[in-house]
């Protein structure tokens, strides 16, 4: 096991380069067992989900390389369709695995998925929008078996827009006999990340970025290469930063439009933002005011991915804050070790009351989840003293290169073991 140690205190300034869209890259390597022949996907984020992922791929059979920061993914002697348990329950992402096997081969079985604890996440959606594709499904002893020897197309309606069901559906559906039309379906850029990506491999998916999909069903898909979005969740995370410590910082690679309601929150907090094309810069000075009321909503809504972040900017501002968790119903278990370096927060069910605090100070934390430890490493950046960050493989599932990118800025940032 491994921890940062942070002193804090520190501007930020200089620019980061961001990585590719975690969220995006996941369901791409999903799909690319989709078709028999080579796929590479282009400035892979080095990040443990996505090694957790290439290695559920190799586990069915495929052969997956990285080389120069690209993956190289040729499933051609794929024949397996069964994930180990001990793989999908280290790794929610492996759900998308349901409809890419059942596209291939007709049959699936995966047990219960994992990942961070910030809630149940059910994959009843998923299940039942297989179902109107004419998928049998069976649940026993924590496992799924999905099986189906030619999926139909058809007329599907999420009752939520759920960005795991819509990308299941996709994956499902672009071999189906048939039309396929999703109604409600998640708007957010990774979808059209998908969507592009699987265009390429030769599908017929059209409407992503809308509430209404819609997919022609081909008989097959061949190899292609991809470079993926860049990842907005990180781009936040490094605006939160700059906010936290002061200083002015560059983020490269993502469009404006992408993380809107995030700018305008920052702008509420005080902050100066600057956006032109793919750069956004940011200008933080002095103490800053807290938002009156962050929600977490589906895109274009405040991302569930961000509400962390913006947690532990809030809990040093000016004033106090309403902070509404929508998505997910124990995403605020990283609030007891914001509270060891002073904030003060109130939790009650899915909301969060913040009464910001002049300053907040070091002390010995531990990261419970991917994002909730992004938020301890901000507050520490911005705290007074010296504060230690234990359980760094949550962080790793999902910020490749952190500490350096960091470190690049100023900040005093270290990795040691414990």
Do not use: W
């Not at 804090?8 to 990585?19: E, F, I, T």
């Not at 962390?308 to 000016?318: D, E, H, R, V, Y």
């Not at 490493?377 to 990118?405: C, N, P, Q, W």
Request: charged content about 25%; aromatic content about 4%; hydrophobic content about 45%.
């Amino acid at each position: 096991m491994e921890k940062y140690v942070i002193e804090g205190g520190r501007r930020l300034a200089g620019s980061v380069a961001l990585q590719s869209a975690k969220n995006s890259v996941l369901p791409l390597l999903a799909a690319s067992i989709l078709t028999e022949e080579r796929v590479t996907i282009r400035d892979a984020p080095n990040i443990s989900d996505v090694a957790c992922m290439a290695q559920i791929l190799r586990e069915l059979g495929a052969n997956v390389r990285f080389s120069g920061g690209n993956v190289t993914i040729d499933s051609a002697d794929a024949c397996c369709h069964e994930i180990p348990s001990s793989l999908t329950r280290e790794l929610r992402s492996s759900v998308f695995m349901l409809g890419s096997l059942l596209s291939r081969f007709g049959r699936a079985l995966i047990a219960y998925p994992g990942g961070c604890d910030i809630g149940l996440r059910p994959i009843d959606l998923h299940l039942s929008a297989l179902k109107r594709l004419g998928v049998g499904i069976s649940e026993r002893d924590g496992f799924i078996f999905c099986e189906c020897a030619r999926m139909k197309g058809a007329e599907i309606l999420l009752d939520f827009p759920s960005v795991g069901a819509t990308e299941n559906i996709l994956l499902a559906a672009v071999k189906a006999e048939g039309r396929t039309v999703v109604t409600g379906a998640a708007k957010e850029p990774e979808i059209v990340d998908l969507q592009n990506f699987l265009n390429a491999m030769g599908a017929k998916v059209a409407g992503a970025g809308t509430d209404v999909i819609e997919v022609e069903g081909v008989k097959a898909l061949h190899g292609a290469a991809f470079r993926p979005m860049k990842d907005r969740i990180e781009a936040g995370t490094f605006l939160f930063a700059a906010a936290a410590c002061g200083g002015e910082v560059e983020v490269e690679g993502v469009r404006p439009e992408n993380i809107r309601l995030l700018l305008h929150k920052l702008r509420e907090n005080g902050c100066k933002i600057h956006a032109k094309n793919d750069k956004i810069r940011i200008e933080s000075g002095g103490r800053l005011k807290c938002n009156r009321r962050i929600e977490t909503m589906p895109f274009p809504g405040f991302p569930t991915d961000l509400q962390a972040q913006a947690t532990a900017l809030n809990a040093s501002c000016a004033g106090c804050a309403l902070i509404v968790e929508n998505l997910f119903e124990t995403r605020f278990k990283y609030v007891p070790e914001l509270q060891k370096m002073g904030a003060d927060i109130e939790v009650k069910g899915r909301t969060a009351f913040v009464r910001g605090v002049e300053r907040l100070h070091g002390a010995c934390v531990t990261a419970g989840d991917l994002r909730g430890g992004a938020a301890l490493v901000i507050a520490a950046l911005g705290a007074e003293g010296v504060t230690e960050v234990l359980d760094l493989s949550h962080i790793d599932r999902g910020y490749a290169d952190f500490r350096t990118k960091l470190k690049k800025l100023g900040a005093s940032i270290r990795r040691v073991g414990v």
